[in-house]
């Protein structure tokens, strides 16, 4: 059968092509694809060609084997029927809805064991969301928010907004949020922060977060510079959670006395790896089943603010590029 492809050919050009996909062979899966989100972070990088050209796409998923360089096919957020199964499969896959981490494709072969069923309560445009609701998770689990405690995040795009809808679940002292764009921070209150600041206002958030700081500050705005700004927020042995990728950027840390002497930790959180010292009790398995009911009770369908056909992929990645007041979750229909 014939399907349509979305290539990244180079820095901010995308190009849709067409080849003839063969019928799943052993073990395998063909998913006819109803919706695939866009992912403003390490996606838009690769469009903007910020990110390595050697670096490794996800050695944990097959369908991004290889390296980022130009042209490659990419993305994870990919929702779809079984429309075919392997000769050796349950044809009761057939017709099943599954959400697979997979580049935006309109058909795909993919091995039965590297999908994830969609519960029958769950639509497609919330499923769509899996894997940014699995990175929100492992963000809890890396950053283990106290009872009481003063937390910050810096960013609302999708995956900072789904982290201040789950740290609302916790029994905190305070959650503020801060972007730069307005529409942002009013879905952020929408979604339980007690307050939404913009970045630049530093006066506004000192005074929120009190002459002791936060408690924990999760930085998930990726831009570099927001680092900084983390470390100027946190307390005296707080805790930066750090869940953005810079891709090539770079940018001055400002390690000082203060940073020194208050014992201030840095913690790396990267959906990829499950915190070190959960791992005798949690697994992928296990994160995923938090995140289908997490997806159920946040219904983040409404976090989708466009939808544009493949064929139009262009304009896509351009709006959500060069407006991101405007373009906050970016679906692909088909």
Known sequence: MKRHLLYFTAPRQVEVRQDDLPAPGPGQLQIHTTRSAISAGSELLLYAGEVPSQAAADEQLSALAGSLAYPLKYGYCAVGRVAAAGPDLDPTWQGRRVFAFNPHESAFNVSAEEVQPIPDEIPDEDAVFLANMETAVNLMLDALPRLGERVAVIGQGVVGLLATALLRRHPLAALYVFDRYLSRRARAEAFGADQAFDPSDSNAAKSALGPQGADLVLELSGQPEA???????????????????????????????????????????????????????????????????????????????????LDEAAAAYALLSSQPDEALAVAFTY
């Open 227 to 309: 680092l900084n700004l983390a470390l100027d927020m946190v307390g005296a042995g707080g805790r930066v959670v750090v869940g953005s990728w810079y891709g090539q950027r770079r940018a001055a840390i400002n390690l000082d006395e203060r940073f020194h002497r208050g014992r201030v930790q840095i913690i790396s959180s990267q959906v990829s790896q499950l915190p070190a010292a959960l791992s005798a009790r949690w697994d992928r398995r296990r994160r995923f089943n938090l995140a289908w009911d997490l997806l159920a009770a946040v219904q983040p369908s409404q976090l989708i603010s466009h939808r544009f056909p």
